[in-house]
């Protein structure tokens, strides 16, 4: 049973920062492509950032040099740092990993 928890999210004014954390379980590859989503209301759900198993990563033009996606192959375990935020930033957050998605976490930003 494959199961991701993301964590993190929250309210904070422009400019500041947030990391958000997925932890998942239950897969049987470790090393998949994992990935940090958004979806703002009424908006499409739209792709942020990726992390491949060969550490190869890619970030929308939107959050290019704002945000840094990692991840521990140890613990299941990808980040999404997230600096200089700004309102446009504001949506619920998710991560994709192995066709599974997780709850998503709000993040908010005023």
């Known amino acids: 049973h494959v199961q991701l928890v993301e964590s993190g999210g929250g309210s904070v004014q422009a400019g500041g920062s947030l990391r958000l954390s997925c932890a998942a379980s239950?897969?049987?590859?470790?090393?998949?492509?994992m990935g940090w989503f958004r979806q703002a209301p009424g908006k499409k759900r739209e792709r942020v950032a990726r992390i491949d198993s060969d550490g190869a990563i890619r970030y929308a033009d939107s959050v290019k040099g704002r945000f840094t996606i990692s991840r521990d192959n140890a613990d299941n375990t990808v980040y999404l740092q997230m600096n200089s935020l700004k309102s446009e930033d504001t949506a619920v957050y998710y991560c994709l990993t192995d066709g599974f998605w997780g709850q998503g976490t709000q993040v908010t930003v005023s």
């Open positions: 239950g897969l049987t590859d470790s090393h998949n492509c």
